[in-house]
Nanobody, 121 residues
Framework: QVQLVESGGGLVQPGESLRLSCAAS????????TGWYRQTPGKQRELVAA???????NYADAVKGRFTISRDNAKKLVYLEMNSLKPEDTAVYYC???????????????WGQGTQVTVSS
């Protein structure tokens, strides 16, 4: 069984920073693309940032220049560094990863449980 567990959310003031972490565990053979998504009540979940196993990144226009996604393949960790946070960044942030698992090497998409980020003065 594979699990993704996010941490690092919280309440911050506008302009401050947070770093989210996502730890993968279980019968993992390899982790392909990983990403961070966010969702607010009544809206669809949206992609914030993604990173491939080779390190290529992709960002939503709303966070370019403020957020940075990175990963530690050896430790099976994915990070989202969020700077200059704005009230509109308030959302539940979810980690997603495409993971190949033992013993079949089949690839599945997994989600974490989400972590709340609130930006408010």
């Amino acid at each position: 069984q594979v699990q993704l567990v996010e941490s690092g959310g919280g309440l911050v003031q506008p302009g401050e920073s947070l770093r989210l972490s996502c730890a993968a565990s279980g019968s993992i053979l390899s982790i392909d693309s990983t990403g961070w998504y966010r969702q607010t009540p009544g809206k669809q979940r949206e992609l914030v940032a993604a990173i491939t196993s080779g390190g290529n990144t992709n960002y939503a226009d709303a966070v370019k220049g403020r957020f940075t996604i990175s990963r530690d393949n050896a430790k099976k960790l994915v990070y989202l560094e969020m700077n200059s946070l704005k009230p509109e960044d308030t959302a539940v942030y979810y980690c997603n990863a495409d993971i190949r698992t033992a013993p079949t090497f089949t690839k599945y998409s997994y989600w974490g449980q989400g972590t709340q980020v609130t930006v408010s003065s």
